[in-house]
């Protein structure tokens, strides 16, 4: 059995710190996170 980094991409481009997802997914949650009660009322 393999560890998940190793064999799932995703996590692959999240942990590549040259790859803009990462950032943009915490850039992302942040805002999530800040406005939730609006857009969730």
């Known amino acids: ?3 998940p980094a ?3 991409t995703i ?3 999240f ?3 040259l790859d803009p997802k990462g ?3 915490l850039r ?3 805002e999530l996170s800040n406005r939730f009660d609006e857009l969730f009322p």
């Open 15 to 17: 942990s590549d710190p």
């Open 28 to 30: 992302f949650a942040r």
């Open 23 to 25: 950032p943009k997914l």
């Open 1 to 3: 059995m393999g560890l």
């Open 6 to 8: 190793t064999h799932i």
């Open 11 to 13: 996590v692959k481009q």
